[in-house]
């Protein structure tokens, strides 16, 4: 649940855009993707809603630092449960979503709103999303993993759009339906399956900048994978079975997958070659993911994702 006392006034009474970022780490953890964020939203009144999975995520000067922007609190909160309590808190007519370590480029939000107006037929608007962690083949093949399909340049209208690093939707096809939370990528998953309009528009850029180690990255792969299986749990009845089989096939196909989506993007071929390893190893975790999520539930796997 929330903390009343953490829930500030947004930036004006009807915004026609809010913007969600979830986090569980602890100030100044945030602050680099705030700091351009809240300049950003700014410029269109938008409101800002941030909810925290730790206290010592806000800080202790939140409210003169950042005038309007609405902090809502469950401590120990997966950031899926986090963002689904951003959403209950959010008023405006779309609903944009990004993440802790990643910066808006900007006018993003300025073009969030113009993109939604110039599309009212379309239920989600993807970005794209380019790579500020490139000192390590690690960090490359988790954003290549993760991203890649999102990294630009982007195919438009009917592709798969991006997920909680640079997305929005129309606030009316959103809900609070999943006991898990706000997962994107099942989330997209459902809005595809039901026809509805996708759009991805690469004028929206955001720059993903989370540098990790070979440990930290594995887990978090794996715990992803899980996550997203579990997720699927509830429409799946007898073929959860099945799906935990065919998850065992996942890296390869997932590799190929990769590999077509990323090369033609010839920026990203010389770093996408020398990750090629680490992407093997990173698609097996997501694969025993998977795999654990389908036979056993989540877990506390949602607990883990960053």
Not at 277 to 304: D, K, N, T
């Amino acid at each position: 649940m929330s903390d009343p006392s953490t829930v500030e006034k947004p930036l004006r009474d009807a915004p026609h855009l809010s913007v969600l970022m979830a986090t569980r780490h602890p100030w100044p953890a945030a602050r680099a993707s705030l700091d351009r964020l809240y300049d950003d939203a700014r410029g269109v009144d938008a409101e800002i809603v941030v909810a925290i999975g730790d206290l010592r995520a806000r800080p202790e000067d939140a409210v003169t630092r950042y005038p309007g922007v609405a902090w809502v609190s469950a401590p120990g909160a997966s950031v899926f449960a986090l963002r689904a309590l951003a959403l209950r808190h959010a008023r405006g007519d779309v609903v944009a979503i990004t993440e802790d370590h990643a910066i808006v480029v900007p006018g993003w939000c300025e073009r969030t709103v113009a993109v939604h107006a110039d599309h009212p037929e379309a239920a989600g608007v993807g970005g794209a999303v380019d790579n500020g962690a490139t000192e390590t083949a690690i960090d490359w093949a988790s954003f290549f993993i993760a991203n890649g399909p999102f990294a630009p340049p982007l195919s438009g209208r009917g592709a798969r759009i991006s997920l909680q690093a640079n997305v929005s939707y129309k606030r009316d096809v959103l809900c609070d339906a999943n006991p898990m939370g706000m997962i994107q990528h099942t989330l997209n998953e459902d809005l595809a399956a039901a026809g509805a309009t996708l759009i991805a528009d690469e004028r929206l850029v955001v720059v993903h900048d989370q540098s990790l180690s070979w440990r930290e990255h594995s887990a978090g792969h794996f715990h992803n994978g899980r996550s997203i299986a579990a997720s699927r749990l509830s429409r799946l009845g007898r073929r959860r079975a099945l799906y935990a089989v065919a998850a065992l096939g996942l890296p390869p196909v997932m590799l190929v997958r990769t590999v077509r989506t990323v090369l033609p993007k010839r920026r990203y071929r010389r770093a996408l070659v020398a990750s090629v390893p680490a992407i093997c190893w990173l698609l097996v975790c997501h694969a025993a993911g998977e795999v654990a999520g389908y036979v056993a539930g989540p877990g506390r796997s949602p607990e883990h994702v960053a």
